[in-house]
């Protein structure tokens, strides 16, 4: 796939990581695993475990999307001095929704833990897709 996922550009490519996955279940773990070293060289402890969890979310969902749509999933991660962006594409244009699911519901709670932990969140439409977006703010020196 070669489609460009954010408007903001890092100016340095350290600070910037990009991961592409297939439509797999198999493929949420590979996007933690990634997540958790990009949060490793950008020296970012405190938010990891947040971070780490948000796009294990936003990435499960794009899996199951991505399927529909037969696109991969893109992870894109940014760190500034500011906060930590986490984008996820997918090409399925349909776009997520907030649920309110019942006590007995066993789906519809992601995006809701998503919300919990992110500073802001949302989703843009992209390239025949969307990309679903999550910010974390960094505690100033
Ligand atoms: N990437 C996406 N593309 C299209 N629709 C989405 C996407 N992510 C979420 N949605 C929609 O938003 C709803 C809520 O997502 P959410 O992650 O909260 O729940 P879920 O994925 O259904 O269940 P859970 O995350 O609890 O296993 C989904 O049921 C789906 O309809
Ligand atoms: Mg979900």
């Avoid at 894109?76 to 996820?88: C, F, G, H, N």
């Avoid at 919300?115 to 977006?133: D, E, N, P």
Wanted: glycine share 10%; hydrophobic share 45%; charged share 25%.
């Amino acid at each position: 796939m070669n489609i460009a996922i954010s408007t903001r550009v890092s100016s340095s490519p350290e600070l910037a990581h990009r991961l592409c996955l297939a439509a797999q279940a198999t493929e949420a773990g590979r996007a933690r695993s990634f997540t958790r070293q990009a949060l490793e060289q950008w020296q970012v402890h405190g938010a990891s475990a947040d971070v780490e969890q948000v796009v294990s979310e936003l990435v499960s969902n794009a899996i199951c999307h991505a399927r529909r749509g037969g696109s991969g999933v893109i992870l894109a991660l940014r760190r500034d001095d500011s906060m930590i962006s986490v984008e996820v594409f997918d090409g399925d244009p349909s776009v997520p929704v907030r649920r309110e699911p019942g006590l007995e519901a066993d789906r519809g709670r992601g995006l809701k833990i998503v919300g919990a932990l992110a500073a802001r969140w949302g989703y843009v439409a992209a390239a025949g897709g969307k990309c679903a977006w999550a910010e974390f703010d960094l505690p100033r020196d």
